[in-house]
Structure formats: C-alpha cells, structure tokens
C-alpha cells in the first residue's frame, strides 16, 4: 500500500518550472502592486516589515494545515508543501552547522535587508529600470549555480538567458535609460543577494521540506527588519501605521506568501537555472498589469516583452525534456 500511495504521487507531483511559472505570474503581480504600496505613506523598511509580518503568519498557518492533513489526504498541495526531502535523514552531524549558516543566510539576508534594499530602491526609481536590475537575478544565479551547484547550462540555457537579457533591454528602453543611481544600484545589490539565496537555498531543499525553508526565511527575516527598525529609530512607526497602510501590507503579504512558497516548491524540483529563468516573465504579467491601469503603452519597446516571453517558454520546452519536469529533481 505504501508504495502504492508513494508511486501515486509522483504522478501528481507538479513539475517545478510549471510551478515556476505560476511564481512568475505572483510576481508579476506583486510587482505591479507593491509600485503603488510602497508609495502609501510608510517607509520602504515598514513598509517591509509590515508585509513581511503578514507573509510569516500566513506560511506558518499553511505549514500547520499541511503537517495536520499529511496523513490525512496525500497529495494535497499543503501536504506537498511540508514534505520531507528524502536526504533529511542522512546529514552528517558535522555539515549541520554548515546548514544552519545557510538558514541564516535564507533568513537574515534574503528575507531581511535584500528586502530593505530592493523596496528602498523601488521607492526611489522608476519601475522599469528597477524591474530590469531585478531580472538580471538570472544572470548571478546561473554563474553562481555553475559553479557551487555543478549545474550544466544547455544550449537552451544559453539562448534563453539572452533572449530574457535582450528582452529586458529593449523593454527598458535601451541602456541608455538606466541611470545607475542609488536606487537602481540597491536593487541591483538585492538580486546578487538574492541570487545567492537560490544557490543557498537549492543546496539546502536537498535535506529540507519548502515549508521549513519559506518560514524560516520569512519568520528570521522578519525578526531582522524588526531589529533594523529599532536600530534605526523607526520602529515605532511599525505601530503607528493607519488603516490604509495596512490594507497594502495584508495585500501584499499575501502575495508575498503565495511568493515565497511556490518559489521554495519549485526549487525544490527543478534547477536553480530553470527556475530563475522562467521567474524572469513575471515582467509580462506586470506590462500586462499596467497597460490595464492605462499607466503604459503599446510602444516598440513591447517587443522587449515578446523576446522574454521566448525566453521562458525555450526554458519550459527545454527543461520538458529532463528528469526534472517528469519527477521531483533534488540532485542536479
């Protein structure tokens, strides 16, 4: 019976780079809303903060559910969340410690100050210059995953990454548009990062369900923002925010817990390369966003959009013919 149950859910295992895709299109969201949010009257660091604590809470009532239905109803996406990586058992005691700086890594830096900096800049640029230095996240994850992940770049990988690169470009306007002031150059800082938070991240999935991961990096990155705050004399506006600004930050922790945990999924399944590279369309479903809103236009930079739109699906296609699209892939 157990192996009958095991082999049932490998068929219902989502593919991580599909479960990439509907990060990408949270992103994309999120990045439309957060542009109006972060304008609400906080500051960027509470603002933070603020969805953060919101994102934290939701992750931790999610990995509860999942832990309670894991025997109850196999398969379900909460259950799936919380699972167990099959290597958990065999850590040596001596890379535990090892681990543990990972976690803080996770924590600390990629959920606390890459957010502090990334909203610090977004509050102080434009956001398409500050969405194209937030996509060169590809760019850091696949050197970086080359090299400490072992990770091979395909030529498919390759002509993606340019595709995505090139599309950014064109989208922004041509590199003539980026300024390079100090807030494109915090977003910048925050996807280097962040790039080393996937490679932290990925190495870490091996022996560590997602659900642990998202919390961890949210729970200890909320905790850094709370200590920032008070550092910085700031901490009392966190309880001095109206109701308004609250509606931003329930809002957007929401989706920043939707974020998160897809995100740790598909890691969990598919290469840090892969993964990163699909995430890079979320800019679509943002152009999209703001052509409703009738705060952007049909122009000839929106073949920009066409090639990153190429890109993502050459990832898809590509990645359909591995391991990691027909099974969890936690190895690379």
Same mark, same amino acid.
């Given at each position: 019976?157990?192996?009958?149950?095991?082999?049932?859910?490998?068929?219902?295992?989502?593919?991580?780079?599909?479960?990439?895709?509907?990060?990408?299109?949270?992103?994309?969201?999120?990045?439309?809303?957060?542009?109006?949010?972060?304008?609400?009257?906080?500051?960027?660091?509470?603002?933070?903060?603020?969805?953060?604590?919101?994102?934290?809470?939701?992750?931790?009532?999610?990995?509860?559910?999942? %832990?309670?239905?894991?025997?109850?109803?196999?398969?379900?996406?909460?259950?799936?969340?919380?699972?167990?990586?099959?290597?958990?058992?065999?850590?040596?005691?001596?890379?535990? %410690?090892?681990?543990?700086?990972?976690?803080?890594?996770?924590?600390?830096?990629?959920?606390?100050?890459?957010?502090?900096?990334?909203?610090?800049?977004?509050?102080?640029?434009?956001?398409?210059?500050?969405?194209?230095?937030?996509?060169?996240?590809?760019?850091?994850?696949?050197?970086?995953? #080359?090299?400490?992940?072992?990770?091979?770049?395909?030529?498919?990988?390759?002509?993606?990454?340019?595709?995505?690169?090139?599309?950014?470009?064109?989208?922004?306007?041509?590199?003539?548009?980026?300024?390079?002031?100090?807030?494109?150059?915090?977003?910048?800082?925050?996807?280097?990062? +962040?790039?080393?938070?996937?490679?932290?991240?990925?190495?870490?999935?091996?022996?560590?369900?997602?659900?642990?991961?998202?919390?961890?990096?949210?729970?200890?990155?909320?905790?850094?923002?709370?200590?920032?705050?008070?550092?910085?004399?700031?901490?009392?506006?966190?309880?001095?925010?109206?109701?308004?600004? +609250?509606?931003?930050?329930? +809002?957007?922790?929401?989706? $920043?817990?939707?974020?998160?945990?897809?995100?740790?999924?598909?890691?969990?399944?598919?290469?840090?390369?892969?993964?990163?590279? #699909? $995430?890079?369309?979320?800019?679509?479903?943002? +152009?999209?966003?703001?052509?409703?809103?009738?705060?952007?236009? #049909?122009?000839?930079?929106?073949?920009?959009?066409?090639?990153?739109?190429?890109?993502?699906?050459?990832?898809? #296609?590509?990645?359909?013919?591995?391991?990691?699209?027909t099974k969890p892939a936690l190895g690379v």
């Amino acid at each position: 019976m157990g192996n009958l149950k095991a082999r049932a859910g490998q068929r219902r295992r989502v593919p991580g780079v599909a479960i990439a895709g509907a990060t990408a299109l949270v992103s994309g969201v999120s990045v439309f809303v957060n542009s109006y949010g972060v304008r609400a009257g906080a500051t960027p660091a509470v603002y933070t903060t603020a969805k953060n604590l919101v994102a934290v809470a939701v992750l931790s009532i999610v990995a509860l559910i999942g %832990w309670r239905v894991r025997n109850r109803q196999f398969g379900s996406a909460a259950a799936n969340f919380v699972t167990t990586a099959p290597e958990a058992r065999s850590v040596p005691p001596t890379r535990r %410690w090892i681990e543990r700086l990972g976690l803080l890594y996770v924590g600390v830096v990629g959920g606390g100050l890459a957010f502090v900096l990334f909203f610090d800049g977004l509050a102080q640029s434009e956001p398409t210059p500050a969405a194209f230095w937030r996509d060169t996240l590809v760019l850091w994850v696949a050197v970086i995953a #080359v090299l400490f992940l072992r990770e091979r770049l395909r030529w498919w990988n390759l002509a993606a990454i340019a595709l995505l690169i090139s599309g950014e470009v064109v989208a922004s306007g041509g590199v003539g548009q980026l300024a390079a002031n100090r807030g494109e150059l915090d977003v910048l800082v925050s996807s280097v990062l +962040w790039a080393l938070e996937v490679v932290i991240a990925r190495r870490l999935l091996k022996t560590r369900p997602p659900a642990v991961l998202a919390v961890v990096r949210m729970g200890l990155g909320a905790l850094t923002l709370i200590v920032y705050l008070a550092a910085s004399g700031s901490l009392g506006q966190l309880g001095s925010m109206n109701a308004d600004q +609250w509606h931003w930050a329930l +809002w957007t922790g929401l989706l $920043l817990s939707a974020y998160v945990a897809t995100w740790m999924s598909a890691l969990a399944r598919a290469r840090a390369v892969d993964v990163t590279s #699909v $995430l890079v369309s979320s800019a679509l479903i943002t +152009w999209l966003l703001q052509l409703a809103a009738g705060t952007t236009v #049909v122009s000839g930079n929106t073949i920009g959009l066409v090639l990153i739109g190429a890109g993502a699906t050459l990832v898809l #296609v590509g990645a359909r013919g591995r391991s990691a699209w027909t099974k969890p892939a936690l190895g690379v």
